[in-house]
């Protein structure tokens, strides 16, 4: 794998042409006391380094003798015996293939005479304030050097224009990794499905799915998870899982691990009875029928906001079917009426982040799917109680969302071991 690591970095360097680029690691982060958040390194370092140590600062000099620097923490055995392994410099350099490394606690004097004569510095400009005020101190002290006939950098840019191109377009092993995320994702969501019964806590579901994830070697969610029942599955990014499951609830799970730093993102949308029926199933199968046109839509040639176009299309007739729009489908598609039950949209990159980096347009227009990217195809439907509204459909809120990757000649759905047909997840819940 360092030989990967160390070709994504020469990659850059060519796309960099010239000049210094300098990425730091994450920070550690205290909870409180003296309690920190579990540690997660920087995507992109990990991508340009696999390296996982905090203190840590990738610098690439670009030009005709290109080079890639780490700085890290020394090696400390007596701090071992608290924290855990160091490699330190000297077996991270070897271990990882870089050309040089060094202490993190020289960096300032080994940027100071990096920067020499550089034209351009490239770092994660606005990511950090400290670091954009210790990127401009660092400047100012080679620029004291003009009379020495010492030329410091004359723009700052930032590298994430070009790190980001780099990170849309996923590899065979970025792949694997998220289909093993994806699986075990699917796993927990199968196993939550057979958990869900009425009388149980959303958080009690959230716990089946925490376990999955661990016991799989997800040691961590991607992001924090939504367990919705009922009413609480109208509002978008609710996470307070507090909720004890009624019979007559809809139950809507929005959660996926992370493995070996890599995302899944799956939504599902369940009866805690184990049966769809009346107007629940009529908008289940509305949701469904949009994003199985969305994931076909999903392929290489087509814009990016394909998959979306084709969702609303299905969603706004099945809007109009139900009287919650009135008009034509261009007609509500126009006016946005149908905004007030979908409210977002179908889909994001995904990849080392849950919303991953990667822009959407190129020069004002839609960018074209290409093989090796990865998005999320998630429309949905939140129907909030209001009196022009048959109460039928209050409080009905249901998303269905899979992870998809773009190959040479369609589509894989990563996530598609998590059941989502009508058929399928009643006869699963049928048999817990």
């Not at 959660?255 to 599902?268: F, L, N």
């Not at 959407?360 to 799917?369: G, T």
């Not at 998809?404 to 996530?415: K, P, Q, S």
């Amino acid at each position: 794998m360092s030989d990967t690591y160390a070709k994504r970095r020469m990659r850059l360097i060519k796309k960099m042409g010239g000049g210094i680029a300098i990425i730091p690691n994450a920070p550690e982060r205290r909870r409180n006391g003296d309690a920190d958040y579990p540690y997660r390194f920087d995507s992109s370092f990990h991508y340009l380094t696999g390296f996982s140590e905090p203190e840590s600062v990738l610098v690439m000099v670009a030009g005709d003798a290109p080079q890639s620097i780490l700085f890290c923490r020394d090696k400390d055995i007596e701090r071992e015996i608290w924290d855990g392994f160091r490699f330190g410099p000297e077996a991270a350099r070897e271990h990882f293939s870089f050309d040089a490394a060094h202490p993190v606690s020289s960096l300032d004097q080994e940027l100071a005479l990096l920067m020499e004569n550089q034209e351009s510095v490239f770092y994660p400009m606005g990511a950090d304030a400290e670091w954009d005020q210790r990127m401009l101190k660092l400047r100012e002290a080679v620029q004291r050097k003009v009379r020495s006939g010492i030329r410091a950098p004359d723009e700052m840019r930032d590298v994430r224009t070009l790190v980001n191109e780099m990170r849309l377009f996923k590899d065979a092993h970025e792949i694997a990794l998220m289909r093993k995320a994806a699986a075990i994702s699917a796993s927990a969501h199968r196993r939550a499905m057979r958990f869900a019964r009425e009388g149980a806590f959303e958080y009690e579901v959230e716990a089946e799915l925490l376990h999955e994830f661990c016991r799989q070697g997800a040691r961590h969610p991607a992001y924090t998870s939504i367990v919705a029942a009922g009413a609480n599955a109208c509002v978008l990014h609710y996470i307070s899982n507090d909720a004890r499951l009624k019979k007559s609830d809809l139950l809507l799970i929005d959660a996926g691990c992370e493995y070996q730093g890599y995302a899944s993102d799956i939504t599902r949308t369940f009866p805690v009875s184990g049966k769809f029926s009346g107007a629940k199933k009529d908008v289940y199968e509305i949701v469904l029928a949009a994003q199985l046109e969305a994931i076909e839509a999903a392929i290489p040639g087509n814009s990016w906001d394909a998959p979306h176009q084709a969702a609303l299309r299905v969603l706004v007739q099945g809007f109009i079917d139900l009287k919650l729009c009135k008009g034509t489908v261009d007609g509500v598609l126009e006016d946005e009426s149908y905004k007030k039950y979908y409210m977002h949209r179908t889909g994001h990159w995904l990849g080392m982040d849950v919303h991953d980096v990667g822009s959407y347009k190129s020069d004002e227009e839609w960018r074209s799917l290409e093989p090796g990217m990865v998005l999320t195809v998630e429309p949905g439907c939140y129907i909030r109680p209001s009196d022009d509204i048959p109460r039928a459909l209050w409080n009905i809120g249901i998303r269905i969302e899979d992870d998809v990757v773009i190959t040479r000649n369609g589509h894989e759905v990563l996530t598609d071991g998590a059941p989502k047909t009508v058929r399928d997840i009643e006869e699963l819940m049928g048999k817990s």
